[in-house]
């Protein structure tokens, strides 16, 4: 089973910047997998994590919610086995756990024991 920790995430200021790591346990990010990006609110109603990005295979392709482009940018290294979320022009609306997995949406509903345990980003002032 493909396995991802998430790191990168930290506390900024509003229109500040910080880049996610999402990197692979066992060097399988070289396999056939799409990766994508999502985020949770913890105060949302509803246990749904919202897809932010998602970038394929071999990274020849990438998606991004609409509302995130020109903001939000995916990439991914695969000699390092590792995908990144660059998050530039952070707003507080921003602020929530971050988490990649082999999924690709504009939402996703999996138990959270699907998902790693995430990286805080957190915007304020």
């Known amino acids: 089973q493909l396995q991802l920790v998430e790191s990168g995430g930290g506390s900024v200021q509003p229109g500040g910047s910080l880049r996610l790591s999402c990197v692979a346990s066992a060097g399988l990010i070289a396999e056939p997998y799409a990766i994508g990006w999502f985020r949770w609110f913890p105060q949302a109603p509803v246990k749904e994590r919202e897809g932010l990005a998602c970038?394929?295979?071999?990274?020849?392709?990438?998606y991004y919610q609409d509302s995130l482009k020109g903001r939000f940018t995916i990439s991914r290294d695969e000699a390092k086995n590792a995908v990144y979320l660059q998050l530039d022009s952070l707003k507080p609306e921003d602020t929530a756990v971050y988490y990649c997995?082999?999924?690709?949406?504009?939402?996703?509903?999996?138990?959270?024991?699907?998902w790693g345990q995430g990286t805080q980003v957190t915007v304020s002032s």
């Open positions: 970038i394929s295979r071999r990274g020849g392709a990438t």
């Open positions: 997995a082999a999924l690709c949406g504009p939402k996703a509903t999996m138990p959270d024991d699907y």
